[in-house]
């Protein structure tokens, strides 16, 4: 399976996403193409390598659109924009980590989740590792996360920061900006490894939260469709190959 797509520009991923309209599945079908968004700057979940696109959520939308029998066209948007730009038409499914909520789902329609994961709290050696510890402490979150909605009840904090990336925010931890980054575990468990001589631990889980695709809502034979080449790559063992390509361990959700 290709882990890495091409494309001619970085930029004329984030640009294009104008004049595109989602469709249902008689439509995506006909064509051939699915649209799919998403980030670009969530590793190891998506993120860029220059100008191609790649990681674990990528690898599982070109594994269900190869069961579906379709080829991927591609839109990147910051993490903020995608839900507006679903409901704005601008392309058919996005896959960028989205937790499921009870107010996202105002919004848009989840399929079945790709993974399984939970906020982790990360900080330097001597920092607050338990939640318990958080009271009085600046925190770091990426803005419109679930991470950024459960530190701001952590009760006790000093103050939650936003930033429009979670690399931001872990560069805020570093640079001794907040005291402890409250992100998804496994991209805690990423940020350990690659930043051990920094001297980082991961804490005290704060929630868990099952992740999914979005799309626009009422697109149920779209939906449908979705979770039909989900359902199809868990069972073949596509889905756990993935996760273990990206993660030394199966990610998804045991119900």
């Known amino acids: 399976m290709r882990a890495i797509h091409t494309f001619a520009l970085a ?12 469709r249902d599945w008689a439509a995506v079908k006909q064509s051939g193409t699915l649209i799919a968004a998403s980030e670009g700057a969530y590793p190891p979940f998506n ?3 220059g100008s191609r696109l790649t990681g674990y959520e990528i690898d599982v939308m070109e594994a269900v659109a190869k069961k579906l029998g379709l080829k991927l066209e591609w839109r990147a948007l910051a993490f903020d924009a995608l839900i507006a730009s679903i409901r704005q038409d601008r392309f058919d499914v996005a896959i960028a980590s989205h937790g499921y909520t009870e107010e996202r789902a105002k919004s848009v329609d989840f399929t079945t989740p790709h993974y399984c994961s939970g906020g982790q709290i990360v900080a330097k ?12 402490k600046t ?17 006790g904090a000093k103050e939650v920061k ?4 979670d690399t931001d925010a872990l560069q805020a931890l570093l640079g001794g900006r907040v005291d402890a980054w409250i992100t998804d575990r496994f991209v805690a468990k990423n940020a350990l490894a690659k930043n051990s001589a920094e001297g980082i631990k991961g804490g005290d889980m704060v929630f868990v939260e099952r992740v999914s695709m979005i799309h626009r809502k009422g697109n149920n034979e779209l939906h449908e469709q979705l ?14 190959a993935i996760s273990e390509k990206y993660f030394q361990e199966d990610i998804s959700c045991t119900n």
Request: some cysteine; aromatic content about 6%.
């Open 139 to 155: 925190l770091g979150v990426q803005l419109a996360t679930t991470y950024a909605e459960a530190a701001k009840k952590v009760s």
């Open 227 to 240: 979770n039909k080449g989900l359902a199809a790559i868990k069972a073949d063992g596509t889905l756990k």
């Open 162 to 165: 936003t930033y429009p990336k």
């Open 11 to 22: 930029l004329g991923l984030v640009c294009a996403a104008t004049g595109v309209q989602a």
């Open 47 to 49: 993120y860029f390598q």
């Open 125 to 136: 050696a001597g920092g607050p590792l338990k939640a318990t510890e958080l009271t009085g």
